[in-house]
Each structure stands twice: as structure tokens, then as C-alpha cells.
């Protein structure tokens, strides 16, 4: 069991920069109608390398 990435829905700008740094595939999913990303918590594996690239500092793991 990894810990999953969370985001932070009201901080984020849907830059998507996330979406395009994260090493595992379908982890992000952009939400078109709200310009906003998504985390599919199954498949994300904890790497925490979004976490130091989101602008917005709207993602983080663990509490
Ligand atoms: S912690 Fe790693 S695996 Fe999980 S969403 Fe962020 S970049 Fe992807
Ligand atoms: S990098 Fe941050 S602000 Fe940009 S889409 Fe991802 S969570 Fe949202």
C-alpha cells in the first residue's frame, strides 16, 4: 500500500504540470469542465515528485 498524493481542489489553476511530471501513467485526470486535476489514489505510488512541482503548493501526502 503507497500513500497516495491529495490535492488540494481550491488551490489548484489546472496547469497540469502534475499531470506531466508524475512517472506513473493515469494517475492525474484533468477535469475539463472544472480546469481542475483529479488524483486516482489507486495508482499513484507516494513518489512525492508533484508535490515539489505543483505552483500552487496544492498538492501533499500523507496528513
Ligand atoms: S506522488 Fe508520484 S506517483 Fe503519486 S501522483 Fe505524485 S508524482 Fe505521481
Ligand atoms: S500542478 Fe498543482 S495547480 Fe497545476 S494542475 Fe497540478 S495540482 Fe493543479
Partial sequence: ???????ATEKCIGC???LSTCPE???FVY???????QIN?????GCGLCVTVCPKQALSIGS
Fill in 25 to 27: 501513467p493515469n494517475v
Fill in 16 to 18: 497540469k504540470i502534475c
Fill in 1 to 7: 500500500m503507497y500513500v497516495s498524493a491529495k490535492v
Fill in 41 to 45: 489514489e489507486g495508482r499513484c505510488k
Fill in 31 to 37: 477535469i475539463k469542465e472544472e480546469k481542475k486535476v
